[in-house]
């Protein structure tokens, strides 16, 4: 199989394995993750936005095109994040730089839902024994987005085989020219 095709199947499994998880442990009730990416673009490493229930992933995979056979170095340039055991700065395989880029980005995506929670029947804060900021302003890499992404890696690295407590999440992965679209309901929330 050819690079890119590989690279994008491990991205689409692991991907459809986190958003699981999280739609079960964290209980939300449905997630759209709008998934893109290239494979020439050196511009950033990878970015999501969004809300609530729909985000958009982004991508840059040069870097994981060249190291997916030697393996490399996985650079956490943010000062809170790249001197930590577990999510810093490391050395590894052309998989394992994958897993840290995906683990990075679905972090930003489980933090960006908890803000709403007020509203938003998740329960992202009460997982982690936490109570919501009185201020509204947060850092980009903040403590909650530090403990989820700690969580993902520890869970999800090194390549652990697929999670297959999948029942209770119906997930549908739709792949278009230029990513994959991924849509997770939580059936056991659906009737509530
Ligand atoms: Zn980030």
């Known amino acids: 199989m050819d690079r890119p095709n590989a690279i ?3 991205l689409t499994e692991k991907m459809e394995d986190i958003i699981r998880w999280g739609c079960v442990v964290y209980d939300i009730p449905i997630l759209i993750v709008n998934t893109r990416w290239s494979f020439s ?16 992933a982004f991508f840059s995979l040069y870097d994981t095109l060249v190291t997916w ?8 340039s943010f000062k809170r994040v790249k001197d930590d055991p577990i ?13 840290a880029l995906i683990c990075h980005e ?19 804060l009460q997982y982690y024994d936490r109570v919501p900021k ?3 302003m947060r850092h980009h890499h903040n403590e909650l987005w530090r403990i989820i992404y700690r969580e993902l890696k ?9 999670i297959e407590s999948v029942g209770e999440v119906d997930l549908v992965s739709i792949k278009n020219p230029t990513g ?3 849509y997770a309901k939580h059936l056991t929330l659906g009737s509530r």
């Open 8 to 10: 994008v199947r491990c």
């Open 41 to 56: 673009s050196r511009y950033s490493t990878s970015s999501v936005s969004g809300s609530q229930l729909k985000y958009n």
């Open 69 to 76: 056979d030697t393996g490399g170095t996985f650079y956490e």
């Open 87 to 99: 999510i810093g700065t490391f050395t590894g395989s052309g998989l394992e730089l994958l897993i």
């Open 106 to 124: 679905l972090a930003h995506i489980f933090e960006s839902i908890s803000l709403q929670e007020s509203w938003f029947p998740t329960k992202i």
């Open 134 to 136: 009185k201020s509204k």
């Open 154 to 162: 520890t869970t999800f690295m090194p390549a652990s085989p697929r």
């Open 180 to 182: 994959v679209d991924f």
